[in-house]
Every structure is written in C-alpha cells, then in structure tokens.
C-alpha cells in the first residue's frame, strides 16, 4: 500500500468519527510489518478528556490483535497544515514504533508533511529510562 492509499484509507475511516463535542474528526490508518491494515478515528465523550484520539485507537486496535510491528501510519483531518498529532498520541507512538517509522500527516487540501517517529517525539521517554544505570 502506497502513501496516497494509506491516506486515503485515513480518510474513509475519518467519516466514522464520533465528535458531537468538537466537531473535529480525524482518521489514521497505520500498516503492520506484514502489511495489515488497521484503521481509526477519534471517538468523543461527555466528559471530554475521556476522548480518544485516531491515531491511539488505530494503535490500540493493532495492538490488541496480536500486531507489535509497524510500518506506515497516515493521519487525516481538515486542517490548514498537516495535522500534527497531539503528545499523548506521540508518547503511544514511541512505544511501539521504531525511531525511522515513517508518520505522513495530512489535510484535505492534500498537503502531506511526512516525518519519523524520531522527529515527531525527540528524547522521548521510554522502557530504557525505567532502568537504573547500576542494575
Ligand atoms: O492528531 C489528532 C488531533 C486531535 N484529535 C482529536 C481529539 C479530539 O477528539 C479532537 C479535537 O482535539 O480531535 C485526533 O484524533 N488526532
Ligand atoms: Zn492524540
């Protein structure tokens, strides 16, 4: 799957997005090593920080049907730049996705900013940090 297809899947999925509080929906659609697809958008709720981002349910989603490795993920919403993916979402992501993992944002003007997990999360906090140098 191309980058033009990833984003295009992003943008299919972004129309089930349930946002009756901001009224912002956004898609992802992230590819596995072995070229599944899984798809997300952002789910909303009453007590809004409840929210769930695109790009964490996507994740979430992989996650939890056995795939740890990743390939591509595209995320999609109506913004003047390339939207860019909150904290919370680039702390998920470093988890799980390796330094070059290639993110494309984008809008629907068809501006595409694509970036590494590096990039968009330097000196990011991970597994390593919760060892101490004498163990
Ligand atoms: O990259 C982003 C940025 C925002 N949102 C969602 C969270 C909330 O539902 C709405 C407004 O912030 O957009 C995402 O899903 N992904
Ligand atoms: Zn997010």
New binding site residues.
Partial sequence: MNQEELIQQAKEIRQR?Y?P??K?????ALVTDDGTLFT?????NAAYPV???????AIFKAISEGHTKFKELA?V?DTKRP????GS?RQVMSEFFTPKMKIH?SNLHGDIRTMTMEELLPFSFGAMDLTHEDE
């Fill in positions: 997005a946002t509080y901001s912002f929906p956004v898609g992802a997300g958008c952002n789910i909303e929210t769930c981002c695109a790009e964490r349910v995320v919403a939207v860019p993916p909150c979402c944002t």
